[in-house]
């Protein structure tokens, strides 16, 4: 093959788009829907463990909350300077209107939920007494305006933080089948996997 032909050819697959995501973003989108069902088990089973297993679930649950926020961040700043692969063009407009609206609420609630907890046990009126830790490997702040305010404010914002929490999880939970479904109705449904662009 001629110097002129090889340069035409790497200019035309620099010019198409990608039609996979790359491999760090696949990387951080497994991760984040793996620990996301970890921590929906915890979340909601936490209270069917017997007394001796409920702290540990529950600062894994904190971890794992944390963490997540963390690896969102990372994804969207990857995003951000990565495109991400088009959807495929047979999908109807509609359809792909509503992916892009239904990938940003996912996005927006997988900062919120976990920052809401974090919240949520900052303002915990023990809090200063039993330190947050990270996996158990060292001790993570809590946030710290929250947890210096007045304590029967806290308390009170203790309680509403725990209610916005709960309704993030479960507005999390119903985008995340959402998502799964969709993918899976594609996938065996219209016969067009969107799945095989999240894998290597």
């Known amino acids: 093959m001629s110097l002129t032909n090889t340069r035409s050819t790497f ?10 995501y790359t491999r760090t973003a696949m990387v951080l989108h497994w991760t984040i829907a793996l620990l996301i069902i970890v921590n929906v088990m915890l979340g909601l089973g936490s209270e ?13 649950h904190k971890s794992i909350g944390i963490t997540v926020l963390g690896l969102v961040i990372l994804r969207i700043l990857w995003r951000t300077t990565h495109r991400p692969p088009p959807m495929p063009r047979s999908f109807p407009k509609l359809e792909q209107i509503a992916a892009h609206v239904a990938h940003f609420l996912l996005y927006l609630l997988m900062i919120a939920l ?3 907890g974090w919240m949520h046990d900052s303002a915990w009126k023990d809090a200063a007494t039993h330190p947050m830790y990270y996996f158990g490997l060292f001790t993570w702040p809590r946030v710290g305006f929250i947890e210096h305010i007045d304590p029967q404010v806290r308390e009170t914002l203790h309680t509403r933080l725990g209610m916005l929490h709960t309704w993030f999880g479960y507005a999390l939970y119903a985008l995340f089948a959402m998502h799964i479904g969709g993918a899976l109705k594609h996938s065996w449904i219209d016969r067009r996997s969107v799945i095989s662009r999240m894998v290597p």
């Open 11 to 20: 200019e035309q697959m620099a010019a198409e788009p990608a039609s996979k």
């Open 48 to 60: 069917s463990l017997p007394d001796s297993m409920v702290r540990f679930a529950i600062d894994t």
């Open 114 to 116: 976990p920052l809401s």
